[in-house]
């Protein structure tokens, strides 16, 4: 499929279920200033139950774009990643152990395990979004180390 019209299938899915979940208040491409001068936007901004949620929508995610795109966790209550279902299978949790590991699992650096991200999967054939959980309950992501100190 091409890019643009696997985009235009995100960013519609997308928009319905921000609507089935009730956003009072959408804003497309909403501006946000970053440190040192610099300027970003999310794809989309809504306002739910008083919360303000961020939503980046990624067609082509690798992870170095999604690290890059953390910039934005700060100025929101929530931040979505909106992915292909297909997207960084690599890191995907298993659904179930079935006989052990086959291949040794990848994970993604601790910044991903934050709270306050989210991610959205879109099944491109379907055109709907059809799982919303914490990021870390998707992927694997690593744990933040303790330093043993209380």
Known sequence: MQANFVEKIMYKATMERMKEIGAEKICKEQSVELPHGRKGSYDFVAE????????EVLCRPTKRKLKDKLRYLPYVDKYVFVLPANALSLYKRPNAKVFGLVS??????K???NKKL?????DLETK?????????RIFNVEEAKSTGKK
């Open 111 to 113: 910044e991903f395990g």
């Open 118 to 122: 989210y991610v959205w999967l879109c």
């Open 48 to 55: 739910i139950k008083g919360q303000k949620i961020g939503f």
């Open 128 to 136: 709907h979004i059809f799982a919303c959980a914490a990021f870390s």
């Open 104 to 109: 040794r699992p990848k994970f993604l650096p």
